[in-house]
């Protein structure tokens, strides 16, 4: 089936024209992240019962449990994501083979999930679920760039990511809803249907490079856009020759950087600023993920669907605004935005202190009370919108003008792998986050918890505004990078 749809053949495949169209690949793409996540948030709010239920588990291990199961996701996710990059680089000619395989492992997940009824099952599953993420995130925007280019990269990926956000939003509330009203049999129902969709759309996207070898008109294409962009590059490169001499690496002296050659620009402040940042925004949404629910009990009396509809401001402002402010990244630039969404983080998380202060407390009724903890977190889900696509579109932008400068070394651009280390930075800010945010609300209070994580964003507004963005020209004489 693979052969048929993705190599050259006498006559092209039907419907190949919208089928390697950019919308097409941008959507399946999307929806792949998209279902990843739908399914991590769908089983969430279940597994207190079904360890309780169908493991029966004693109370009192009900919590290590649930925590061990969600630390063997982002593992799994962190541990897959660099082989997933390295893999995908290898099989570059089509990343659609290693794309669907992720899949498979997420449907074996949710089988052994639906049936499973012993914690060492619930763990592989939850292994594999990390894993098929793993790979969904790294050959995901891989296939995404090649499609739209670093030109359209922050707006592309401000959708995707408002895309993947209504995921995140609305899971857990349809898990907990889903398995109050029908049980076991909904929940999982609802999880391989969706795994069917996604599974179908993966099968039916065909890549623009593999499409220029189906069609005589899209080969045409994709001449005229190599010729085009041959010589813009050519013109750049003339243009900017002596700051370009500052990406020149040294050849690969070590077995393993002659093997990675990514390595050796790991060492660029810009780039590392850039995966700082998806840490960062991973961090902050782990954090909350962890303390929102426990606020929402302890403040208002909320149940768990109460607690996730508090979700609704955080991820509803993320949603709305993506893709505006990824359409800023590409106009404006990076620096500018990753500065403003961290600066716009520190006041909205500094105040989210008055949803716990007594003298706030006391002059407001039950109903401005909820209203004003809401409202703060809608102003925190603007500000997480900003820092959405710097850190993706400016890692892109270093690691082209790596490849640029050094063919040789490179070979292709290593967009894979460049993404497989952000996708295992991301997981582990998933794992860093709750764990520090609940540690942190138990020792010093909500309040002084989220002062830190102001603190943390303002540092990481200085790195933004020193290293995000940088100008050929305004390098320096910071020397060559080589191993």
């Known amino acids: 089936m693979f052969k048929s749809m993705d190599r050259s053949s006498s006559s092209p495949p039907k419907g190949l024209k919208w089928r390697s169209s950019t919308y097409f690949i941008v959507f399946t793409v999307g929806m792949g992240a998209f279902t990843d996540l739908f399914l991590y948030g769908l089983i969430v709010p279940v597994l207190p019962y079904m360890l309780k239920d169908r493991v029966n588990l004693p109370d009192s291990q009900i919590q290590s ?20 990059g390295i893999l995908a680089d290898k099989c570059s000619d089509s990343r659609k083979l290693p794309f669907v395989l992720g899949l498979v492992m997420l449907v074996f997940a949710t089988v052994l999930l639906a049936v499973g009824q012993s914690v060492a099952i619930l763990a592989v599953a939850r292994f594999l679920q990390g894993a098929s993420g793993g790979v969904v995130w790294t050959i995901g925007l891989a296939i995404v760039i090649e499609t739209v280019g670093q030109e359209n990269l922050g707006k592309t990926m401000g959708t995707v990511f408002s895309f993947v956000s209504v995921a995140g939003l609305f899971s857990p509330i349809l898990g907990g809803l889903l398995y109050a009203s029908v049980g076991y049999k909904g929940v999982f ?7 069917v969709v996604d599974f179908i759309l993966r099968l039916l996207m065909v890549e623009k490079k593999v499409a220029a070898k189906h069609s005589k008109v899209h080969l045409s294409q994709a001449n005229a856009d190599d010729t085009r962009e041959v010589t813009e590059r050519t013109q750049l490169l003339t243009h900017i020759s002596t700051a370009y001499d500052r990406y020149r690496l040294s050849n690969p002296g070590s077995r393993i950087t002659r093997a990675l050659p990514i390595l050796l620009i790991l060492r660029d402040p810009g780039l590392l600023t850039a995966i700082w940042i998806s840490f960062m925004q991973a961090f902050l949404l782990g954090a909350f993920d962890a303390t929102v629910p426990l606020v929402s009990s302890e403040q208002f009396g909320f149940n768990s669907l109460k607690a996730g509809l508090l979700f609704i401001p955080l991820g509803g402002a993320d949603f709305l605004f993506g893709p505006v402010f990824g359409w800023c990244v590409d106009r404006y630039g990076t620096k500018l935005l990753s500065v403003l969404g961290f600066l716009a983080l520190i006041p909205t998380l500094a105040l989210l202190r008055l949803s716990t202060d007594a003298s706030v407390i006391d002059k407001l009724d039950n109903a401005r009370h909820i209203a004003l ?49 952000s996708s295992m930075v991301f997981s582990g800010g998933l794992t860093v986050g709750p764990l520090l945010a609940g540690h942190l609300r138990e020792r010093i209070g909500y309040g002084n918890m989220n ?12 790195l933004a505004a020193v290293f995000m963005g940088r100008r050929e020209e305004d390098l320096g004489e910071e020397g060559d990078l080589d191993d």
Do not use: D, H, R, W
């Not at 449990?65 to 997933?84: E, F």
């Not at 002062?451 to 200085?462: H, R, S």
């Open 65 to 84: 449990t649930v925590s061990n199961l969600l630390a063997i996701y982002a593992g799994a996710s962190m541990a897959s994501s660099p082989i997933a």
């Open 189 to 195: 129902g609802l999880g391989i249907g969706l795994v």
């Open 373 to 421: 903890y809401a409202g703060l977190l809608a102003a925190n889900g603007i500000g997480l919108a900003v820092i959405n696509s710097p850190s993706i579109v400016e890692a892109g932008n270093i690691v082209e003008k790596y490849y640029q400068a050094n063919e040789e070394v490179f070979k292709q651009a290593p967009y894979a792998q460049l993404y497989g280390i």
């Open 451 to 462: 002062a830190v994580l102001a603190g943390i964003c303002a540092m990481t507004a200085i």
